[in-house]
């Protein structure tokens, strides 16, 4: 009701409109006074996003109350419970438009960039258009590289990180529901200070110490690169509740990362694809990190998983949200395929179950790439030649076109509306 009465159109004048909202809101601060003080969060806890950020300013003690953490928190973990059974889910779309892109000494960079809007869709049938997301300005002036990408979503917070091309070190917590970011301080590990590198990132929430934390995993390639000596892995992770980073671990288990291979946050646990070289042979296994404890462990990628240098692989999470899948992508002269997998028991080495095989299409034998898995079990895919997003409906194998362009990169993350970092002071609004 409200939002009809803030945001859609009508006759009156933006005086009459004023005046209008100015009684709405004394009629609400009236109302206040009767109603007992106790059963006040019980009602805010039930609204949306954008009518508690209007109601900050109808009185002291709903502006505490909705900046209150617990509160955040509290309204988060209703609006998930209630998403399972009727509210509509969203995906975040992020797609970098230019002309092309090259790969200087192995590391991508974008040519001639044009463009990068950010944008909200339902995960329905059509994935139609929920709105356009305003990038803050303030960002675009601290940027190194044409545009930021986007690592990772967890509970409204968009984690983005300015390293399409230069090595730089710009990391930012955004959220833009309620228009505030968060520039995390520069790490330990810089090329200044450690030489060149090989980096992954993670976002997470750590559920006991109600804490948010970005993890940071350096690959240092000294004097040899990635696989021609020992390398070492170091951790370092950031806090948002403390706002700094802690002190680097060494007690990462024996591997190499590589950037860019996907980021999956699900059972407490941020995962990535990581490799060890073995002999003469080069394995894949997935590394999780589990956010509360801080520690690591391994989880294997099936058996029958054979890895060569045509291959690329990407990291995501299950449909269901409860475990990790995987999509194997092979495009040589020899072999050309995309295997969707997906663990159906989380931890369960024996419960990877490939769901198929996509072959190339058309004459030009074109093989899309895959990036996200939807909550109805569908995968989405960009298409290699038109850059063009399909949703794959895995039994029938059809694909659906979502009308979207992806551009030269471009990333689907899932995404829940919130509060967090509205709490926060040093948080930079726009």
Partial sequence: MWDDCYERKSLLTPASASR???????????????????????????????????????????NSTIKNPTFIRTHLTHKLNFNDQSAPHLLLLHSVHSEGLSFPLGVRHIT????????LHFDNNDVSLFSKVEFPAGLKKEMINPCFRVVGTCDGLVFLADDLGRYCYNF???????????????????????GGYEVCLGLGYDVVGKDYKVVRLTTLLQQHGMFGGRCQTLAQVYSLAKGSWGRLCSDVPPCGVVNDLGQAFVNGAVHWLAVRLEGDDVNYFVLAFDVG????????????????????????????????????RCKSETDC????????????EKSWTKLMILTPQGPKRSLPEALLFRRNGEVVLVLEDSRELVSLELVSKQCKSLGISGGQVCSVDWYEESLVLLDRKDAVSY
């Avoid at 001639?112 to 944008?119: H, N, T």
């Avoid at 955004?174 to 505030?180: A, G, I, S």
């Avoid at 970011?181 to 330990?188: C, N, Q």
Wanted: proline content about 7%; aromatic content about 12%; charged content about 20%.
């Fill in 293 to 328: 404890s801080e520690s690591f462990r391994e989880v294997m990628l099936p058996k029958t998983f054979k890895m060569d240098s045509a291959v690329e692989l990407r990291l995501s999470v299950s449909g269901d949200k409860k475990s990790i899948g995987l999509f194997v």
């Fill in 337 to 348: 395929f995309l295997d969707i997998w997906v663990m159906r028991e989380y931890c369960v």
């Fill in 20 to 62: 209008l909202c100015l009684s709405i809101s004394n009629v609400i601060t009236n109302w206040l006074k009767y109603l007992p003080q106790e059963i006040i969060p019980n009602i805010l806890i039930r609204l949306p996003i954008k009518s508690l950020i209007k109601f900050t300013s109808v009185s002291k003690s709903w």
């Fill in 112 to 119: 001639e960039f044009k463009q990068d809007p950010y944008s």
């Fill in 172 to 194: 930012v917590l955004w959220n833009p529901c309620v228009r505030k970011y968060v520039m995390l301080p520069k790490p330990s590990v810089r090329f200044s200070t450690h």
